[in-house]
């Protein structure tokens, strides 16, 4: 199966944020990064989150939204979300979910040749939800019942699985961006024998590493100086 990745454009109207962030560039990139996924075939394509920054008001963060999701729509080309902090930060789950058609992780997707699992680790270490209980971007946590979830739909499945989160499962980035419970998660995916690949955003330097033959990969962020990231993976 052949993906069409991106993570963190944090597009907003804003020229620079946090010194080294072209936010504003970010829809342009969109646009080149779904061109290059259109002529290379790409089955689906999946924003890893951060898709939109805080804007000078809630309607222009909503019309930033609704921007670059008729962008996104105007390729006949699948198309999947994870939420990131900044998303949280700016719209509560369902509003953000109902704008841009995806539905709410955690859930699954299931392919020909794999089980694809997204995951949602914007939870406070009480396991209140960022839009509800303000973002705690250094707080990042997988709720009990989403490893629960993440156990029951690797065992029900003989296909191999791709695991997709914003925040990272790989605690060699970083440390302030990884899940504090990812060790957790890390054991059921080992433990299930099914997870070559655990796909992330959020750190955005970007990684790419083995932990006990299972390959951790985060894509460096779209927003980070005028040059664009992106990749087609296949899996």
């Known amino acids: 199966m052949r993906l069409g990745l991106f993570a963190d454009p944090h597009y907003c109207r804003a020229d620079v944020l946090c010194r080294t962030r072209r936010p504003r560039l970010s829809l342009d ?132 699985c791709v695991v997709l989160i914003h925040e990272n499962l790989d605690d060699g980035v970083q440390i302030d961006h990884v899940v504090k419970n990812a060790g957790d998660a890390r054991r059921i995916i080992e433990e299930s024998g099914k997870v070559p690949l655990v796909i992330q955003g959020h750190y955005h330097k970007g990684a790419d590493r083995i932990i006990n033959g299972i390959r951790y990969l985060t894509l460096p962020a779209m927003c980070e100086g005028e040059e664009n990231h992106y990749l087609v993976l296949d899996i």
């Open 29 to 160: 990139k969109i646009r080149a990064a779904m061109e290059a996924f259109a002529a290379s075939g790409v089955e689906l394509c999946i924003c890893m989150g951060d898709l939109i920054d805080h804007c000078d008001s809630a309607e222009e963060s909503r019309q930033c939204l609704d921007e670059v999701m008729s962008l996104i729509r105007s390729y006949p080309l699948p198309f999947r979300l994870l939420p990131g902090n900044h998303d949280y930060g700016v719209f509560s789950a369902e509003e953000f979910f109902a704008r841009t058609g995806c539905p709410i992780p955690p859930c699954t997707l299931d392919t020909d040749s794999h089980r694809l699992i997204f995951l949602d680790a914007n939870y406070r270490s009480d396991f209140r939800r960022f839009d509800v209980a303000g973002v705690g971007w250094k707080d990042a946590n997988l709720p009990p019942e989403q490893l629960v979830f993440l156990q029951t739909a690797l065992s029900d499945t003989d296909k191999p």
